[in-house]
Structure formats: C-alpha cells, structure tokens
C-alpha cells in the first residue's frame, strides 16, 4: 500500500529564506506524487507533480519538488520564500487503486 | 467562471438532522471525489464516482450517502448528523488514469459544516 509520510507538522521560515518541506513516501510500484497547497479558508490547489517524466519537477510560484527514488523522498523547495506562501502544503501519492492519499500537512509560517 | 464549486460554504446546524452538500464541475472530467478534513487538517477520501458509477468507498458511515445524478454533479447527503461530522467537506474532480498516468485533482473550496 502506498502512504506519504511528511516530517514536521510546522515549519517556519523567514522572508527571503530557503523553504524546503519534506515527503517522503512508501510505494512498491512506480509512484505518482503531489504537492498541494491550502490557503486559509480555501481548497487546495495543485502546486507540483512527479509522474516519472522528470526527476526535478518545477511548479508554480517558484516551487520545486526532486524525486529521489534512493532516499523515497520528493520534497519541495523554494529558494527564496515570500509572506505569501504562508500556508499548508499537502503531499500526496495516488494509490494504484485510484485514492489519492494525503500526508500530515506541514504549515509554512513566513516571519518578516 | 469556477471549476469546481461547492454549497453550501458554510452550513451550521443540529444533532440528528439530515443536510446535503452539492458539488459542480465543469471541467469535462469524469472522476469526482469527497474528501474530508478534520480539524487537524488530515484529508482523507470517502468517496469516488467515474462517469455516475461509485468506484471508491472508503469505511465511512452509512448516514454518508453520495449521489451523483450526471458526470459534473457530486452530491453528498449525510443522515442523522453527529457531533463528530463536524468538519470541512472538499468536492474534487479528475480527468483520472489517462495514457497510464494519474492526473491530478481540482479542488472545490469546501463546505465547513458544524454539528452544535
């Protein structure tokens, strides 16, 4: 069975500063991984995928995310982070049963 | 013009009642999808309908019934509400398995719904 598991629950950062959230994740066969964001009060909105095309996959808003398939990890970076990625981000691995399911979020917190 | 949407945004209401929760897309895709978020914010699927059919059924209570009365519609029904139901709902959609690879999801903006 697949399962992301995402290491720490809350992450803080300050403007301008690295940001780098980490998933990694458990799969016997080729995975299909996700990066969602979720703003206050909002749905989420896909931020990132990793569908074996690319190991270093480029999203919106200045995100990466590297499959690492030595270390079962795809985390995701942002090399300079803005008070508007203030948020949770979700990472996600679709089941070969069709599920898409969710790791623990981790909330960014961007101090000025 | 939104993708998904979702109403009601907010829905308060008493123990024992019976609500439901309707969920547009149209986005042309065949998959949609109720997730549910608790108050630690863990998402975790209930239920999944291709083209009307339920594919996905996750251990949710039988007061939890979807239907799904054309392709762009989701509707979840929930009898007999509990304290414990007190969360916010997401309707998503999927083109799903296209060319062997799974496509991601869109989401609506959710329903909070509390159980007083």
């Known amino acids: 069975a697949q399962s992301v598991t995402q290491l720490g629950s809350h992450v803080s950062v300050s403007e301008g500063a690295l940001v780098l959230l980490r998933c990694n994740y458990s799969s016997s066969v080729p995975p299909y991984l996700f990066w969602y964001v979720q703003y206050p009060n909002q749905g989420l909105q896909l931020l990132l995928k990793y569908t074996s095309a690319a190991t270093l996959v480029k999203g919106i808003n200045g995100f990466e995310a590297e499959f690492k398939k030595s270390e079962t990890s795809f985390h995701l970076t942002k090399p300079s982070a803005h008070m508007s990625d203030a948020a949770e981000y979700f990472c996600a691995v679709h089941s070969n049963t069709g599920k898409l399911i969710f790791g623990q979020g981790t909330t960014l917190q961007v101090k000025p | 013009d939104t993708a998904v949407s979702q109403t009601p945004k907010y829905l308060v209401t008493q123990m024992g009642n019976d609500k439901s929760i309707k969920c547009e897309q149209n986005l042309g895709h065949d998959t949609m999808y109720w997730y549910k978020q608790d108050s630690k914010k863990f998402l975790k699927i209930m239920f999944s309908?291709?083209?009307?059919?339920?594919?996905i059924n996750e251990t949710v209570p039988n007061r939890f019934s979807p239907k799904s009365p054309d392709k762009a519609h989701l509707n979840l029904h929930i009898n007999s509400l509990e304290l414990g139901d007190s969360a916010v709902y997401f309707c998503?959609?999927?083109?799903?398995?296209?060319?062997?690879?799974?496509?991601?999801?869109?989401f609506g903006p959710g329903t909070r719904l509390t159980v007083l």
């Open positions: 998503a959609s999927s083109p799903g398995l296209a060319g062997g690879v799974y496509n991601e999801q869109f």
């Open positions: 309908y291709n083209n009307k059919e339920l594919i």
